[in-house]
């Protein structure tokens, strides 16, 4: 029995707003989704923001019902059980919420055992353990709001493991960590996956999904887009040629004439401190660099390279479409 | 179960110890309260009227700390972004709020014994008990009463966000319905009848009785009897409203 069974899900937000005229929005989220995670697996699920990453998390929590489709946790049905699968699950997501600030890390710890029904001869060696685990050992008793992000984040982990679940739910771990405090947390992801723990994990970071997942799909727009482990994905770009082109002061009008040009597959920018990075997909051998040059007439261009893909272009060549 | 309600209630009376603003209040508002059943309402030359007035202000000053308390406390909870963790817990939900409620009960515990001291301290109002051992049953009686009732109103506080504005909304309705501002013989006959339903009204007859009358347990007993009823209606509102919230989308929303 797969440990997560997703079919066909949907969900669709509803909200409305005005007094005496309400005005009725929809925002379908998503669009119908299917995916199994096997027992001991980290299944990655990685798409932009708004792609449906979190809701998926919500409904798969007991946290939100789903608008249609179905959906099974450890054999449960999250909408109809959602008290059988709550005890087996873990949940952990990211950013600095979800603490109680002016408590120190060892009484949030200990309240949320007490809530998820740690036995009381286990729970102080329990905490010990995690405490270790996550490198909070000898801070616990400070504040959790004099924390740093990192640690916030790190003692996160650790609530969400006090009652050893089944599986563990993690939204998107490491946004807003500075580099360090992001391979701290992503180090301890990985033990947890070699201790076979079952992990569903949602992110936007590439190389993230790439370091820690087995399996990845990408989601966009709410629904799938592609699956299949980090080096299948990377061969659907297998074929291509990534040019960089350092420019400064370029419009958005630019880059969509670039993406007629016959031989380009795909056109992203990302700003940069003082400069927009092209970056430009196209077959192998297409010869492009003079032809796009040319359409850079006028605009200032720094360095130009032509280098292979690698598996965040393939993510950005999935995502840019939807 | 029990472990995780207690556990709720000492971890949400040191989140509220810990908040200076909330705390200042705490201790400023018993004087205000003491000032209140001295000065309005003129009993000064009355003993056990006085008596009987501070008793009134010291138990709408604990409604007040229950139903703004605990509706900030939910509140907070949307903030802090716990609120999901909570419903995501094991334990049925009423056994994670009811913690918060009777927290706050506790907290205003404190303030009807703080009212009552400063009221002795700077207006000499006589603390002449008639029945000190019921008197000591009736003020936790009172607290849990009051506090099952904020749990009632927690519910909704789980499906609306802007739970404090209605938890301010809640106080002035629920002194006047209890004869808490204003005697009841001086309102129409039906605000009374509401007042039976409503666990302050009976927690400030127990209260009151312990103090100053002879029959206190008839009203300790029903302070019992609408707190287990308020314990059941607001168990039912939140499995409720916590599925109406799940289907809409709203847990996260601050």
Partial sequence: MPAIEVKELHRTYRSSKGLVRRRRTEVQALGGISFEVEQGELFGLLGPNGAGKTTTIKILTTLLLPSSGTARVLGFDPAREPGEIRRRIGHVFGGDRGLYDRLSALDNLKYFADLYRVPVRDKRRRIAELLELVGLTGRERERVETYSRGMRQRLHIAR????????????????????????????????????????????????????????????????FVASGTPAELKARVVDRTVIEIETFGLAGSVVDRLRTLAGVASVSTETRDQSEMLLVQSRVGAGLVQALLRELDGINVGKVIAREPTLEDAYVELVQPA | MTRAFLSGMWIHVVQFSRNPFDLSGVILWPILYASIAYYLLDARNDPRLLLGASLGAAVMLMWSL??????????????????????????PFAVVIAPITVASGVVGGYALVATLAWGTLLFHVPLSIDQPVAFAVAVPACMLAIGMLGLVMASTFVLYRAAFSLGIALQYPVWIATGLLVPLSVLPTFVGRIGWFLGPYWGFRAIREAALGPTPWPDIGMCLVVSAAYFAVGATCLRWFVRVARSRGTLKLT
């Fill in chain 2, 66 to 91: 229950v139903v703004i308390g605990s509706s900030n406390a939910l509140e907070n909870q949307r903030w802090l972004g716990t609120l999901e963790l909570l419903v995501a817990a094991p334990v």
């Fill in chain 1, 160 to 223: 969400g493991l006090l009652h050893d679940p089944e599986i563990l739910f993690l939204d998107e771990p490491t946004i807003g960590l500075d580099p360090v405090g992001a391979r701290e947390v992503r180090e301890t992801i990985a033990g947890l996956r070699d201790q076979g723990k079952t992990i569903l994990l949602t992110t936007h970071y590439m190389y993230e999904a790439d370091e820690l997942c087995e399996r990845i799909a990408v989601i966009a727009g709410g629904v």
